[in-house]
């Protein structure tokens, strides 16, 4: 079946969301949906829902998706074939002045896939950065904003998995947007290459985007960032501001008491102008994160650009999701430019700057001090540390909770 949706800028004032009802017989093995508009400068989401939620979410990405019981295409989530009402999803991010006309071509019946690429090889990770640390704790290298084929992103997750590791990181956050299609297959790629998988989803919408950690289940993109965070406590997650100066997604949606965590150093940032920090000291001093952003090769930053630092209590290095999850919302993390960087850390009750020679920290209360030797500590202060070099680029960000 074919249907044709003129849509306008009026339509999108009333709602960016709509929908497009159609019918699924009992016994139906699969559904299949194409898109296409004829839009110059629109930008149309694609989404579907069955007859009881989400069943995906492929944002401008994808023209073509099938869901069927045991498979869908990635961004989907495979399930029971439900009969009833279904919806597919049109999301009017941008529409053209003149307006736009979607097409969609909906199909029931036998599902047809892609065929499967082989894994890629393992990686070959680096060795181990070992940060000075409290007795019983370690600091782990993390990337808290990664995307993959799932949604928006070029490499599957065992590529993208793989390029982190080979980088040297050691928890990685896919954070697909507006969606958890990926996290079913997290623990296996977590195995098959050696690397902490943390389940995130980006909620994304125009008006802003935030991270929820966890294996908490989806996210309302289209609900109030109030119900946004009150699902993610409620199930046990964490919810983290994204970019929050990072055109054209920065944030501009209101900020409700108990959101306490922000990806301050985003990869967009130029490290020379000092707005993240400004919006850090303005916004309520949330527990600052980074996040590359990943979503290919040659665009945004690599895995670990900016590298988070999460000091968490282990034995020989095995830590679970639960205790990463504890150690953020605890505020016990550190940010540097890459995995190699010069790092800012807490070291019980002092601050101390590795690998910092010839930069200038700055502490809470804007004290300077210049960084003469390889590790360098001073008396701790409860705030956010910045390390500068002598060109005035930011190279790290410390924290004390």
Not at 219 to 246: C, F, M, Q, V
Not at 344 to 361: A, N, R, S, T
Request: hydrophobic fraction near 35%.
């Amino acid at each position: 079946m074919q249907s044709k949706h003129f849509y306008t800028q009026a339509d999108r004032a009333d709602s960016i969301y709509q929908y497009v009802p159609f019918e699924v017989p009992i016994g139906t093995e699969a559904v299949t949906i194409g898109m296409r508009h004829d839009g110059v400068l629109s930008i149309i989401d694609l989404g579907l829902f069955d007859t009881i939620g989400f069943r995906g979410w492929s944002g401008s990405e994808r023209n073509h998706v099938v869901v069927s019981s045991n498979k869908a295409t990635p961004g989907y989530l495979p399930g029971p074939i439900r009969s009833g009402t279904w919806f597919v999803s049109i999301g009017l991010h941008k529409v053209d002045n003149e307006g736009v006309t979607v097409e969609v071509t909906i199909e029931l019946g036998k599902p047809i896939f892609p065929k499967v690429v082989d894994r890629p090889p393992r990686p070959n990770r680096p060795p181990r950065r070992e940060l000075p640390a409290r007795r019983g704790f370690r600091w782990f290298p993390a990337d808290f904003h990664t995307h993959s084929t799932h949604s928006d992103g070029k490499l599957s997750l065992d590529e993208l998995a793989s390029l982190a590791a080979s980088r040297g990181l050691e928890l990685l956050a896919v954070t697909d947007h507006n969606t958890t299609s990926h996290h079913a297959h997290l623990a296996e790629t977590a195995k098959y290459v050696g690397i902490n998988l943390i389940a995130g989803q980006e909620v994304t919408t125009d008006s802003g985007h935030a991270n929820a950690f966890g294996e908490i289940g989806w996210i309302d993109y289209r609900e109030a960032t109030e119900k946004w965070l009150s699902e993610t406590k409620n199930r046990g997650g964490l919810l983290s501001i994204n970019h929050p100066l990072a055109a054209p997604c920065a944030w501009t949606r209101d900020i409700p008491r108990g959101i306490s965590i922000s990806e301050i150093w985003h990869s967009s940032w130029d490290q020379v102008g000092d707005e993240p920090i400004k919006w850090w000291n303005d916004h309520g001093r949330p527990i600052p994160i980074g996040g590359s952003d990943f979503h290919r090769l040659g665009s945004d930053g690599l895995p670990g650009d900016p590298t988070t630092w999460v000091e968490i209590k282990c034995e020989e290095n095995e830590i679970t999701q639960a205790q990463v999850l504890e150690a953020l919302q605890a505020g016990r993390v550190a940010v540097s430019a890459n995995p190699t960087a010069p790092v800012v850390i807490p070291i019980e009750d002092e601050i101390g700057v590795q690998g910092g020679e010839g930069c200038i920290l700055t502490t809470p209360s804007s004290g300077k001090k210049i960084i003469r030797k390889d590790l360098e500590t001073f008396a701790g202060e409860v705030g956010l540390y910045t390390l500068q070099d002598s060109s005035g680029k930011y190279q790290a960000l410390g924290y004390i909770s």
